[in-house]
């Protein structure tokens, strides 16, 4: 790489100074660093609009950050592939002020949780022997987008019926370098459904996951393959 990297920096702690030195002996580059008081960010990123001397901040708050975001200032530093994003990506920074992190949630949460949701992603991609997340979402009226591979698959598959053949591809999405575009993409088109229209599909997924996955059905089958009637 070589060359010099300069940073504004309004933190003194942690001491960031081991992952600069660590950085020079990786890429060969020079860390410069300048040591900002944090309320002054927001002058400094106005004076040099039109030419940054900087190529990354450091900042022990970003309240000054966002006060000037909108002028564009950051517009130098954005990178070429973000320029070409679609609305829905550029809006992430938006979104992310509305994500609630829940933490681990048990068993007990779920019925609970799950009624509120309009939509759970299950983006595992690591084999699943079964997609029980899927048919949960689905038993409780959100729609289950789940990744196309293993069990998850298989219960895509099984509760995709009860869909609207325009909504079935809504429900699975395959595992690859196009999987956060494709998984906002049907997140979206789901969310902006006809609000009726989208809960009679919702009606209809928790009606077919209680009518296959259902402890009652699930013992029904179960005392169907002891009895030799299965038919698989």
């Known amino acids: 790489m070589g060359g010099r990297l300069r940073v504004y920096s309004g933190r003194n702690r942690p001491d960031l100074t081991p992952i600069y030195r660590l950085f020079e002996g990786l890429t060969d580059t020079k860390v410069e660093v300048e040591m900002i008081y944090h309320l002054d960010v927001e002058r400094r ?7 940054p001397k900087a190529e990354v ?89 789940s ?3 293993s069990g998850m698959a298989e219960v895509t598959a099984t509760l995709r019926p009860a869909l609207p053949e325009h909504l079935r591809p809504l429900m699975s ?27 009679e599909a919702r009606a209809a997924l928790a009606s077919e996951a209680a009518r296959r996955y259902s402890w009652e059905s699930v013992a029904e089958g179960v005392i169907a393959a002891a009895s030799g009637q299965s038919s698989g």
């Open 173 to 199: 999405f395959d595992v690859g370098p196009g999987a956060v575009r494709e998984i906002g993409s049907k997140l979206v088109t789901w969310l902006e459904l006809d609000p009726g229209e989208r809960d």
């Open 147 to 149: 990744a196309g591979h």
């Open 57 to 145: 901040l450091v900042t022990n708050s970003q309240v000054a950050v966002e006060a000037v975001r909108d002028t564009d200032i950051f517009e130098p530093y954005r990178a070429e592939v973000a320029r070409g994003y679609d609305e829905w990506l550029r809006a992430a920074p938006e979104a992310a002020a509305r994500v609630h992190f829940t933490g681990r949630l048990e068993h007990e949460d779920l019925p609970l949780l799950l009624p509120a949701c309009e939509a759970q992603v299950m983006p595992s991609t690591f084999p699943e022997s079964f997609g029980m997340v899927a048919a949960e979402a689905a038993a409780c009226g959100a729609l289950p987008l």
């Open 45 to 51: 990123l106005i004076d040099e609009r039109d030419d």
